[in-house]
Antibody, heavy 124, light 110 residues
C-alpha cells in the first residue's frame, strides 16, 4: 500500500522560499506523475505541478515561475520549492501520485493517492 | 476563480440521491477525462471517480460519474451522514497545459 508523507517547515517568512518534501513508501516511484496541490484556508484545490520519473516537469502558470519540483529517486522523494512567498501562499500543501496518459481520444489525469497534507503559514 | 464550475452546496435527506454538477469548456472537460474527489472535514482529498465513470477499489457502487460534452456529474445514492463532505471535480486542461479543479461542493445530508 503506497503512502505519501509531506514534511517541511510550517512557518515561512514573506519573500523567503518555501521548501517541502514528499516521501513515497510502499510502492514504485517510477511511471507516475508526482504532483503537488494546495488548498488555502476555506478554499478549493489549486494544482501546483508535477514531476514525472526522470525529471520532466509541468507547472501552473499562475505561479509565475516561482515553483520548482525536483526528485531524489534514490530516496523515493520529490520536493517543492516556492520562492518569494506572500501571505497568499499560506495553505495546506498536499503531495499526490498522479496518473496521466492519452486514452482513446482524450487525456486522463487524476490523483489516486494523497498525502495527509502539511499546513504552511507565511508570516513574519 | 476556478476553471471548472460547481454549485457551492447541495443537500438531501438520508437514503436519497444527490447529483453534483461540474461545468467546463472544450479545452478541459470537453477534451479529457474527469475525476472526482471527496474531502471529509479535516482530511486529505480521496479519489472517488476517474476516467469519467470508473471507481477505484473500495468505492461503493452507489457512487457514480458521467460526462456529457463540457459537463460532468457525480451521483451518490442511498445517502448516509458519513457522506457529508466537500466534493471536487478535476481534469486536465489542454489549453492551459495544467491540472484544473472545480471550486468544490459542500454536501449536507439533512
Amino acid at each position: 500500500q503506497v503512502q505519501l508523507q509531506e514534511s517541511g517547515p510550517g512557518l515561512v517568512k514573506p519573500s523567503e522560499t518555501l521548501s517541502l518534501t514528499c516521501t513515497v513508501s510502499g510502492g514504485s516511484f517510477s511511471t507516475y506523475y508526482w504532483s503537488w496541490v494546495r488548498q488555502p484556508p476555506g478554499k478549493g484545490l489549486e494544482w501546483i505541478g508535477y514531476i514525472y520519473y526522470g525529471g520532466t516537469t509541468d507547472y501552473n502558470s499562475a505561479l509565475k515561475s516561482r515553483a520548482t519540483i525536483s526528485e531524489d529517486t534514490s530516496k523515493n522523494q520529490f520536493s517543492l520549492t516556492l520562492s518569494a512567498v506572500t501571505a497568499a501562499d499560506s495553505a495546506v500543501y498536499y503531495c499526490a501520485r498522479g496518473q496521466y496518459d492519452f486514452l482513446g481520444y482524450f487525456y486522463y489525469y487524476y490523483l489516486d493517492v494523497w498525502g495527509k497534507g502539511t499546513t504552511v503559514t507565511v508570516s513574519s | 476563480q476556478s476553471v471548472l464550475t460547481q454549485p457551492p452546496s447541495v443537500s438531501a435527506a438520508p437514503g436519497q440521491k444527490v447529483t453534483i454538477s461540474c461545468s467546463g469548456s472544450n479545452s478541459n472537460i470537453g477534451s479529457n477525462y474527469v475525476s472526482w474527489y471527496q474531502q471529509l472535514p479535516g482530511t486529505a482529498p480521496r479519489l472517488l471517480i476517474y476516467d469519467n465513470n470508473k471507481r477505484p477499489s473500495g468505492i461503493p457502487d452507489r457512487v457514480s460519474g458521467s460526462k456529457s460534452g463540457t459537463s460532468a456529474t457525480l451521483g451518490i445514492t442511498g445517502l448516509q451522514t458519513g457522506d457529508e463532505a466537500d466534493y471536487f471535480c478535476g481534469t486536465w486542461d489542454s489549453s492551459l497545459g495544467a491540472g484544473v479543479f472545480g471550486g468544490g461542493t459542500k454536501l449536507t445530508v439533512l
